[in-house]
């Protein structure tokens, strides 16, 4: 029944049906982007035939709806983050530039010389590096939270990093790398009982599992929307008022001002003051699309399907003599990280490739974890609810191939 239904969702997945290499496609690359529905791309297509002049104080008819339709899309981040403000949710280009707004905002305000900012083990470079940035700007301190043995982070040692000189903490919600679904909520709990705010980093997160930002209490959330099923080049921050409100503005220009002269500017209130120049509002229009085609469908049968396929996927993959699964936690998303014996990942990921399956090799922009394992990187299968248990035999058996062919 449940099969049914997932297979039956591919037809709104017309690249499914491309072959490579003469043979057909398995996309199994959706923690890096995710295809999109027919309804997403016809969404830009609408925007742009019907909807298209440049947004906010336009007098006229067409500005007037474009403003409508960005501003909608701000609600519906905002309701499918479990919000109930939508001033507190800033367009960005994506997860990326969310971190690096707060590290840079945040830190201008927050932080100085001596300070501390805790991440962990697992993170992807975009939370590490805007905060590495701020630190060498600062004079400030980056400590990391170990993981165990099958990727969990260890709350123990969490727990000791935390002082009276921790900052900020900044964590991700699932490990690309890794599938672990880190204890967000309790990492938050520890964190607010000494005061300390907690970035969360969404990305892989927002496409698998039900999310709801303010019953976690995280004080900012941040995600992409190209890996949940949105398009390219927009993303949000969920931040609460009372840290944006007390935050600088991360960049200058149109639409962030309230009024300008050259003696004094003053900035506009929230969410503008964090969204200088046009934003993407066609971006944003398609992106409440995908949100809410994701929603109709449902994340916690979404979570349930991939997590299933996830599951029959480890089972098959350890019919293979040699296979090394990364990423062993009792509380997994739909992503799985592998070697076989010596065989280079790459070397996997090209003949892979050729029989039409495409997976993702190497460090998965998490050198500091794939270093901490000892590992040239590893091969990734990542799941959708558009995936199937055929395309995993599929895959299983042409990874067989492969590994006699490599061994
Ligand atoms: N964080 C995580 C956990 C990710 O998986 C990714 C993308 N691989 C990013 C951040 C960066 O996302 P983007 O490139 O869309 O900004």
């Known amino acids: 029944m449940e099969n049914k239904f997932f297979e039956d969702i591919r037809s709104d997945f017309p690249i499914l049906n491309e072959r490579v290499y003469n043979k057909p496609l398995v996309y199994f690359d959706n923690g890096a982007t995710t295809q999109k529905p027919r309804c997403v791309v016809e969404k830009i297509d609408y925007a742009y035939y019907h909807l298209n002049a440049n947004i906010h104080r336009g007098v006229h008819f067409l500005s007037q709806q474009a403003t409508l339709a960005h501003e909608d899309a701000r609600k519906s981040v905002a309701e499918f983050l479990g919000s109930n403000k939508s001033e507190e949710i800033i367009f960005t280009r994506g997860t990326t530039e969310a971190i690096n707004l707060v590290a840079t905002s945040f830190g201008e305000a927050f932080c100085k010389s001596g300070d501390e900012i805790v991440v962990s083990v697992m993170e992807h470079h975009s939370n590490i590096v805007p905060w590495q940035m701020l630190c060498e700007r600062k004079g400030m301190k980056l400590r990391v939270i170990p993981m165990t043995e099958a990727g969990d982070l260890d709350m123990d040692v969490y727990k000791s990093l935390l002082n009276e000189r921790t900052r900020i903490v900044s964590v991700m919600h699932v490990s690309n790398v890794l599938g672990t679904i880190n204890d967000v909520a309790e990492i938050i709990r520890i964190a607010h009982e000494k005061d300390i705010p907690v970035l969360i980093d969404g990305a892989q997160a927002v496409p698998h599992i039900p999310v709801a930002v303010v019953k976690l209490d995280a004080d900012f959330y941040v995600f992409s929307g190209h890996k949940i099923y949105g398009p390219t080049g927009i993303g949000a921050l969920y931040g609460k008022e009372k840290w944006l409100n007390a935050m600088p503005p991360y960049q200058g220009g149109g639409e962030m001002i309230a009024s300008v002269s050259f003696e004094k500017t003053t900035y506009n209130e929230l969410p503008f003051k964090f969204e200088a120049g046009t934003p993407d509002y066609?971006?944003?229009?398609?992106?409440?699309?995908?949100?809410?085609?994701?929603?109709?469908?449902?994340?916690?049968?979404?979570?349930?399907?991939?997590?299933?396929?996830?599951?029959?996927?480890?089972?098959?993959?350890?019919?293979?003599?040699?296979?090394?699964?990364?990423?062993?936690?009792?509380?997994?998303?739909?992503?799985?990280?592998?070697?076989?014996?010596?065989?280079?990942?790459?070397?996997?990921?090209?003949?892979?490739?050729?029989?039409?399956?495409?997976?993702?090799?190497?460090?998965?922009?998490?050198?500091?974890?794939?270093?901490?394992?000892g590992i040239p990187g590893t091969v990734r299968a990542s799941f959708s609810f558009y995936n199937t248990k055929a395309e995993i035999d599929v895959f299983v058996e042409a990874l067989k191939r492969v590994v006699m062919m490599l061994s």
């Open 282 to 373: 066609i971006g944003s229009t398609a992106l409440a699309e995908a949100l809410r085609y994701v929603s109709e469908i449902g994340l916690d049968k979404i979570a349930k399907y991939e997590h299933d396929l996830t599951t029959y996927a480890t089972e098959r993959l350890n019919e293979i003599d040699g296979l090394k699964l990364f990423g062993t936690s009792s509380d997994k998303s739909a992503v799985i990280s592998f070697l076989v014996g010596k065989i280079h990942p790459y070397d996997i990921g090209m003949l892979l490739d050729k029989l039409g399956i495409a997976v993702r090799t190497g460090h998965h922009c998490a050198q500091p974890l794939i270093d901490s394992l």
